[in-house]
């Protein structure tokens, strides 16, 4: 049986980057290392880099979101990049959106156990939830699906003019270039690669950011918006 790897300590750029919510950001860091990893939520060989390759590549995320917007972060896993964009910014309204049980129990906890009353938790996949969760103006996800696909589930959750905000790997142009038919067919209008972290995460995190037009998800799931938003009326005048 091999032994858990030790969690290193914060660094510096940590303090900086979380602010008042650094001993939450430690305390969340504990938290992966110890029930993500035995929940297998995570691998044992990411808890060496927890701060670098996943802590701080997710929290400069918050660069490039508005202020003060609604935030669903898609197929949030263990909370990333959902968690760390909350402790750096408490101006955001956060859906944390997980199909897995085990996975939303213990996101349950994380935001429970650090007093995240600006985040919630929701279980469901993306395409089950549209009409049900109320339109965001951001979308967030990291290392959920390839681009094309990602779009198909968290396009269709913006409100008009909204965007989606994908972390990538070194692939963001190629994904792009590839995904493009597919992004101007779901009401995309521009696309653009990003590159947020400078002094904090080397290399930069590389932001995939794909902003949409007057209806998100294009004629096919403007028609299955308006379908849910007459159920939800429906439902409320009984």
Known sequence: MTEAAELPPAPEQAREVFGDRFADAVRYAELLAEAGVKRGLIGPREVPRLWERHLLNCAVLSEVVPEGVTVCDVGSGAGLPGIPLALVREDLKITLLEPLLRRTNFLTEVVELLGLDHVTVVRGRAEEVMGKLPPVHVVTARAVAPLDRLATW????????????????????????????????????????????????????????????????GVRFAAKRAKAARTGRARRRR
């Open 154 to 217: 968290g396009i269709p959750l913006l409100r008009p003019y909204g965007e989606m905000l994908a972390l990538k790997g070194d692939t963001a142009e190629e994904e792009l270039k590839s995904a493009a038919t597919a992004l101007s067919k779901l009401g995309a209008v521009e696309t653009s690669v990003l590159h947020v972290g400078d002094g904090v995460v080397d290399p930069l995190s590389t932001v995939v950011r794909v902003e949409v037009g007057e209806s998100p998800g």
